[in-house]
């Protein structure tokens, strides 16, 4: 599924590409064609995200509401095809310019919403460290419901009610990279090792904006943040990870060997030495 960082970087996109634009929006597929008439040659105020969740406004006061679940992608075209481009596959919605098409397939949510209504959503959606200095991402949000539960660590960093945009790849590294045991409970865990986590996260996914993976081993870590601060390019051609999918395989720091189980409905992996209980 994607992270928060994808949809971060999406949001992006769409508004370089579409925003002040009054874009023809269609259903090729045909599920849609009802919410992309209400929407077609309005004009585009901006696309943002929040957590997984992906909001474009038109003018009017309509929203495109879309939540890519497990499956869904959104691809923009760059190239000049006037909107000639052919369509390939289920494209549930379609905006499409003189100078770019964008194709949504496989979505778990595409619906037109209020304002309102995507106040609602955000209201149940917690903190997201993509946007640290926005006031709706105070970390004490989401240290008010850890704290009462007694629920795995693990379990809580996926629950986008306490954290928004931090999937199953994110946890186990950062678990991993703060040597914290997977199912501590949220009642159990310390302020300042939730202080830490938060602070991990906040540093960890620009760097996934910046380079569409996801950075979480040191060396590549200390790399990508030293080019961006010079603002280099960013060209990571291997993607590394401490224990994410590397079940079996040697711990890099100690040795042990990776372990996995299911967590909230995805694998989960530690190190069973270095982030020990206790
Ligand atoms: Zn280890």
Excluded at 159 to 170: E, I, K, P, R, T
Excluded at 188 to 216: C, E, F, H, N, Y
Excluded at 238 to 244: A, E, F, H, N
Aim: aromatic share 8%; charged share 25%.
């Amino acid at each position: 599924m994607p992270e928060g960082h994808t949809l971060f970087a999406l949001a992006r996109d769409l508004d370089t590409a579409f925003r002040g634009t009054s874009p023809e929006v269609s259903s090729p597929q045909g599920k849609f064609a009802g919410g992309a008439a209400l929407l077609s040659g309005h004009e585009v105020v901006e696309a943002t995200s929040w957590g997984k969740h992906l909001f474009v406004e038109f003018a009017g006061d309509r929203v495109l509401w879309v939540h890519l679940g497990l499956i869904g992608t959104f691809t923009i075209d760059t190239t000049s095809y006037a909107g000639e481009l052919p369509v390939v596959g289920q494209v549930r919605c379609r905006f499409a310019t003189d100078d770019h098409v964008a194709d949504l397939r496989g979505p778990m949510v595409c619906d037109v919403v209020t304002p309102e209504k995507v106040d609602e959503v955000l209201a149940r959606l917690g903190p997201d460290p993509l946007r640290p200095a926005d006031p709706r991402s105070d970390p004490d949000l989401a240290w008010a419901r850890i704290q009462r539960s007694s629920k795995p660590i693990a379990e809580l960093l996926m629950d986008q009610a306490v954290l928004a945009g931090v999937g199953n790849v994110y946890r186990s590294e950062v678990l991993f990279r703060l040597r914290v045991h997977p199912f501590r409970p949220g009642n159990k865990l310390q302020r300042r090792t939730w202080r830490a986590i938060w602070a991990d996260l906040v540093a960890l996914l620009p760097l996934g904006v910046a380079t569409s993976k996801i950075v979480t081993v040191h060396e590549q870590v200390d790399e990508v943040a030293r080019a961006l601060e010079a603002g280099e390019e960013v060209r990571l051609t291997s993607r590394d990870s401490y224990v994410y999918k590397r079940q079996g395989e040697a711990c890099h720091v100690c040795g042990s060997r990776i372990r996995t189980q299911v967590v909230a409905g995805r694998n989960l992996f530690w190190c069973g030495n270095c982030q020990r209980r206790g």
